[in-house]
Nanobody
Framework: VRLVEAGGCLVQPWGSLRLSCAPS??????????VHWDRQTPGKERELSVS???????TAADSVKDRFTVVREYSKNKVYLQINSLKPEDTAVYYC??????WGQGTQVTVSS
């Protein structure tokens, strides 16, 4: 079972975006699992951006901690990455990951005017 990301698009600098993450099989639950969001740009390794623990504690990389956060929607069995004040350097493919789940295809975010 893999996680499926959605919500990526072209957005202008300083805009906001919310990406979603959910299991490909709805019989599987991620509500109580630690989840992290990574991103990858061409030619670079995938890097951890932000994560949420089972208890809801959020840890973010220094480069994004004032702009990225993670939100759970328990009723929909989804985890969201909320991105504010987008910058061109945020352009990347964004992935969510949890233990026991395969990597998904990611969702492309492009920040450009």
């Amino acid at each position: 079972v893999r996680l499926v990301e959605a919500g990526g698009c072209l957005v202008q600098p300083w805009g906001s975006l919310r990406l979603s993450c959910a299991p490909s099989n709805t019989a599987y639950r991620i509500n109580a699992m630690p989840v992290h969001w990574d991103r990858q740009t061409p030619g670079k390794e995938r890097e951890l951006s932000v994560s949420i623990t089972r208890g809801g504690a959020i840890t973010a990389a220094d480069s994004v901690k004032d702009r990225f956060t993670v939100v759970r929607e328990y009723s929909k069995n989804k985890v969201y990455l909320q991105i504010n004040s987008l910058k061109p350097e945020d352009t990347a493919v964004y992935y969510c990951k949890a233990d026991g789940y395969d990597w998904g295809q990611g969702t492309q975010v492009t920040v450009s005017s």
